[in-house]
Structure formats: structure tokens, C-alpha cells
T-cell receptor
Framework: DAGVIQSPRHEVTEMGQEVTLRCKPISGHNSLFWYRQTMMRGLELLIYFNNNVPIDDSGMPEDRFSAKMPNASFSTLKIQPSEPRDSAVYFC?????????FGPGTRLTVT | TQLLEQSPQFLSIQEGENLTVYCNSSSVFSSLQWYRQEPGEGPVLLVTVVTGGEVKKLKRLTFQFGDARKDSSLHITAAQPGDTGLYLCAGETGANNLFFGTGTRLTVIP
């Protein structure tokens, strides 16, 4: 199994630009999670989906952030417009029952 | 908001030494998970503890869940350089609701 796949692995963009992060969960998993990790705040849950439906988006910082899961094998996290404080590593994880499997993350730098 | 405090925040020890990492909260969790994260990678699950007072062993790693299910500890015996990484505890309050701790960054010096 290829595991959770995220792209891009690194993204550098200027403030105000739109950023789209992509995730392919492990085949057969029915839950997908987006996390953000920073030195200051640690690992924070942004949103999670169950069977492609958003269940809890209370961790999404503000309206500039949006996430979609159009099908069981693909999800996106979009930031529009991006700001320097959005700089972080963004992880996608998927699960079937309890254990969450994390992708390698996307390191986002907003200048 | 559930807050999971981990201590120490940073730990640097010599190969062969023993160490204990703590994860504390004022909240009760239905289960608690421990992850290890290496640079440039996502966290990887080490163990899940569910019952208050439960002890689980994974080779040189011993995990304990507090009786009241509010805290946990991770003990590593005879640490190896391969144990270096960021150790994260995560408490679960309900289905898919994981709250991650602040992390302990361990460095084992050969």
C-alpha cells in the first residue's frame, strides 16, 4: 500500500495568493483528517470527513480556509487568500476504525 | 478545549539511559494514543491504551494509562539513537476526536 499521499511536499507562495493542498487517503479508509502543525501550537485538527461528508470543521481557523472531499480517494484544503501566519506543515491522515495513518505533510511557507 | 501537557518538552540523553515522558490533562479520555514523529514525516502510531491503569509494552517501550484516564506515561529502557524523534500523546474523547499533546522532542546521543 502506498500510504496517504500528499502533494505538494513543499509550497512557497506570496501573501494573498491561493494555495491548494491535496491528499489521497489509503484505499478503503472511510475517514479523512486535515491537521496543521506549528512549533507554537503543535498539531491541531482542522477538519475531518467521514464517508466524504464533513463532520467537524470547528478547527478551521477562519473563512479563508476551506476543505472538500469530492470522492473517497481525494481531498483538498484551500487557503484563499494566504497569509504569513498560515505558514506551517499541513498533514492529511486517514483511518478505517481507530488508527490514523498520516501522510508525509506539506510544508507551506507564505512570504 | 482539552489540553494535553507533555513533559519534558525537550530531552537529550546518552545511549543506554532510561527515560520517562509524561502526558497530563484535566480531562478524561476514552482512550489515549502515543505517536512518534521523525523529521519530514507524519506521526506514526505506537500504541493505544484504553483501560484506566492499563500497561502496554512494545519492546523497550512501556506505556501506562492513568487510573482516572487523564494522564499517561511512556518509559523507554536503554534508549537507542533510533528512538530519537518527537513523541506525541493524543487523547480521544469520542469517535475520531483526537486532541494532541504539546510533544516531547527526544534526542539520543550515541
Amino acid at each position: 500500500d502506498a500510504g496517504v499521499i500528499q502533494s505538494p511536499r513543499h509550497e512557497v507562495t506570496e501573501m494573498g495568493q491561493e494555495v491548494t493542498l491535496r491528499c489521497k487517503p489509503i484505499s478503503g479508509h472511510n475517514s479523512l483528517f486535515w491537521y496543521r502543525q506549528t512549533m507554537m501550537r503543535g498539531l491541531e485538527l482542522l477538519i475531518y470527513f467521514n464517508n466524504n461528508v464533513p463532520i467537524d470543521d470547528s478547527g478551521m481557523p477562519e473563512d479563508r480556509f476551506s476543505a472538500k472531499m469530492p470522492n473517497a480517494s481525494f481531498s483538498t484544503l484551500k487557503i484563499q487568500p494566504s497569509e504569513p501566519r498560515d505558514s506551517a506543515v499541513y498533514f492529511c491522515a486517514s483511518s478505517l476504525i481507530d488508527e490514523q495513518y498520516f501522510g508525509p505533510g506539506t510544508r507551506l511557507t507564505v512570504t | 478545549t482539552q489540553l494535553l501537557e507533555q513533559s519534558p518538552q525537550f530531552l537529550s540523553i546518552q545511549e543506554g539511559e532510561n527515560l520517562t515522558v509524561y502526558c497530563n490533562s484535566s480531562s478524561v479520555f476514552s482512550s489515549l494514543q502515543w505517536y512518534r514523529q521523525e523529521p519530514g514525516e507524519g506521526p506514526v502510531l505506537l500504541v493505544t491504551v484504553v483501560t484506566g491503569g492499563e500497561v502496554k509494552k512494545l519492546k523497550r517501550l512501556t506505556f501506562q494509562f492513568g487510573d482516572a484516564r487523564k494522564d499517561s506515561s511512556l518509559h523507554i529502557t536503554a534508549a537507542q539513537p533510533g528512538d530519537t524523534g518527537l513523541y506525541l500523546c493524543a487523547g480521544e474523547t469520542g469517535a475520531n476526536n483526537l486532541f494532541f499533546g504539546t510533544g516531547t522532542r527526544l534526542t539520543v546521543i550515541p
